[in-house]
């Protein structure tokens, strides 16, 4: 009896773990389900939230309005909407802001339901259910959107207001105008009422000030055109203008329009004011400095080859490489490195475009590269394709307004691939100098399988010269007035008679604007066409080959006169050489295009002298 008990107990026992283990897995799988429920319910929120949000985002980009303030006679605003874009727009509320009074005070307008929506194309006056008077003062009104979108209007009441439903805005360009030249009048005449204003024409006022006009009044572009609500259109006058220096010119026009009767809707009277002034005072261009504000820094120009080829790496290949920094400052600037980066667009690219080191030959004499006066010793290639000048105990200084050259002759590398030429490498020259650290992009080159012609053009001391020690990159000291000689030149700066630079390659020059071209005076090797002068006045002098330069030691120059400008202080100008063409090598291609560039700076200095 009390062994049948105990089976009897244990058996009970084991039931009960049993619905105890099962009621705990129970609650464990309905734990489990709701956190899974729960995280399946917070993806959903999160999913469902983007979603809104994109959805916001998107309505908000497509949301396109134009906002348009007016006032009539008793000076009650309209705000007139519209818009634009593909969907409905919603305006939820208006801002304006006193810009006259020192504090700016801002009131805020909450818009009526019914005026708030705007059906695409369509223009709604979203105040016509208010009443606001305006005291005269000038404001900014802002209308803000329900997806946050924001457009702001000023509005001008009293004084200078529109009259009528046209408003006009005059400006002219450029607002310094050379003597002699010509000056472009442009009015944007907008209609800011609620119904379209028929022949809408401007009429230009009398011109004032101590300037006068060369050319009669001329006709202004377009005649007339009607104008929607919310439409503007933009008429425009040339006028050529002359006087002395310092003069003034007052330009002033309003537009009219038919609403009811002809003309019976006008425009404000805008005006503007340009100054005259010489042709050496300032203005844009190719000269390199405008005005110290905007140009407080250095300004990089280069002297490169295009092409190179792998393995032209005899002591005598060495394509000139170079870079002109220029001060365009008042004070002095110091220069303690200058880098070339070639950047080769190969994948995992082995390809050194300049030799390894900055050795030629090893054990030639000499290994280092060639260093081109007047830039110091200093030349290294601390990396595979970096070319680096650096002297931090010593670094350079440029003159005021004036401009260094760091030239180096220097040997091209190898390239990892037998068969395929690098048809762009891009090159970025980079400066370190005390007004900061500067690079100029936009420059290329191409490199090649094999030994190839090395194209060259720059400014030679010495006609048909591939001296190192005759090329510039930069002519400074020239006194205004005066009339320079140039020898700019094309040259193969290879070792061998093998390949060249073939006949029918143009040898280019651009004089810069505001030098007189003088005359060509010797062009050997080259036909000439006749010189281009460009309406902003520069000069492009075009030199084609007769025959190729195929000897290592030859080179070609077209040598021709041009006269310093006139100019109050020091200025500098910069003088572009290229070539277009073909060149010859044992490469892939056999034949390739060459295009070589030298920037050169020139420094024109007043009879004062340079700084």
Not at 50 to 62: G, H, Y
Not at 77 to 103: F, R
Not at 428 to 442: H, M
Not at 464 to 491: D, P, Q, R, Y
């Amino acid at each position: 009896m009390i062994r049948k008990t105990s089976l009897f107990h244990l058996q009970n026992r084991r039931g009960l773990s049993s619905v105890v283990g099962a009621l705990f897995f129970t609650v464990l799988m309905i734990a489990g389900f709701s956190v899974l429920s729960l995280a399946l319910d917070a993806q959903t929120d999160i999913v469902t939230t983007q979603r809104i949000v994109s959805d916001t985002e998107i309505k908000k980009q497509q949301e396109q309005f134009a906002v348009f303030a007016s006032v009539d006679q008793n000076n009650v605003l309209s705000m007139n909407v519209k818009n634009q874009g593909q969907n409905p727009v919603e305006i939820s509320s208006m801002w304006i802001v006193n810009k006259t009074l020192p504090t700016q005070p801002v009131t805020r307008f909450d818009i009526n339901y019914d005026d708030a929506f705007i059906p695409s194309g369509f223009t709604n006056d979203i105040i016509s259910s208010q009443t606001l008077h305006m005291v005269p003062d000038i404001y900014d009104i802002k209308i803000i959107s329900s997806h946050g979108t924001i457009d702001i209007d000023e509005l001008v009441v009293g004084l200078g207001a529109s009259i009528g439903d046209l408003r006009a805005e005059l400006i002219t360009d450029p607002p310094d105008v050379v003597l002699g030249k010509n000056v472009t009048v442009a009015m944007i005449v907008t209609n800011t009422g609620n119904a379209e204003i028929k022949n809408v024409h401007p009429i230009m006022q009398s011109v004032t000030g101590s300037g006068f006009l060369i050319s009669p009044s001329p006709s202004h572009t377009p005649s007339s055109v009607n104008l929607e609500p919310a439409e503007s259109v933009m008429f425009s006058w040339d006028y050529q203008v002359d006087g002395v220096s310092g003069n003034d010119l007052v330009f002033s026009a309003m537009a009219q329009g038919d609403f009811k009767d002809v003309d019976d809707v006008s425009s404000n009277v805008a005006s503007d004011t340009i100054l005259l002034r010489e042709a050496g005072e300032g203005g844009s261009g190719g000269e390199v400095v405008i005005s110290n504000e905007l140009f407080g820094k250095p300004q990089i120009f280069m002297l490169m080859p295009n092409a190179v080829g792998d393995e032209n790496s005899d002591v005598s290949d060495r394509p000139i490489w170079g870079v002109n920094v220029a001060n365009p400052t008042d004070q002095p600037m110091f220069v303690n490195k200058v880098v070339v980066m070639a950047f080769v667009p190969r994948a995992n690219s082995q390809d050194d475009v300049f030799v390894k080191n900055c050795e030629d030959i090893p054990g030639a004499n000499p290994e280092r590269p060639v260093t081109i006066p007047p830039t110091p010793d200093n030349w290294s290639c601390p990396e595979s394709n970096q070319l680096m000048w650096r002297d931090l105990v010593s670094p350079v200084e440029v003159a005021p307004r004036s401009v260094f050259p760091f030239l180096v002759g220097i040997g091209s590398g190898n390239m990892a691939g037998t068969t395929d030429d690098a048809q762009n490498i891009l090159v970025q020259p980079v400066v370190f100098t005390t007004l900061g650290q500067y690079g100029k992009a936009g420059y290329g080159t191409t490199m090649h399988t094999n030994e190839v012609a090395l194209p060259n053009v720059f400014l030679a001391r010495t006609p048909e010269s591939v001296a190192s020690s005759n090329v510039m990159s930069e002519l400074t000291g020239i006194v205004e007035g005066t009339t320079v000689k140039f020898n700019a030149t094309l040259a193969d700066m290879s070792s061998d008679n093998i390949y060249g630079i073939k006949n029918g390659t143009s040898l280019i020059i651009n004089i810069p604007k505001e030098w007189s071209f003088g005359s060509v005076v010797s062009n050997n090797g080259f036909n000439l066409s006749p010189p281009v002068t460009y309406p902003d006045g520069s000069t492009q002098i075009v030199g084609t080959l007769i025959s190729s330069i195929d000897d290592h030691s030859e080179a070609k120059t077209i040598q021709f006169t041009a006269t310093a400008p006139s100019v109050p202080k020091t200025k500098m100008y910069v003088m572009s050489i290229l070539a277009n063409g073909v060149a010859t090598g044992n490469s892939a291609s056999g034949e390739f295009a060459v295009g070589p560039i030298a920037e050169t700076v020139l420094q024109v200095c007043p009879t004062s002298g340079c700084p």
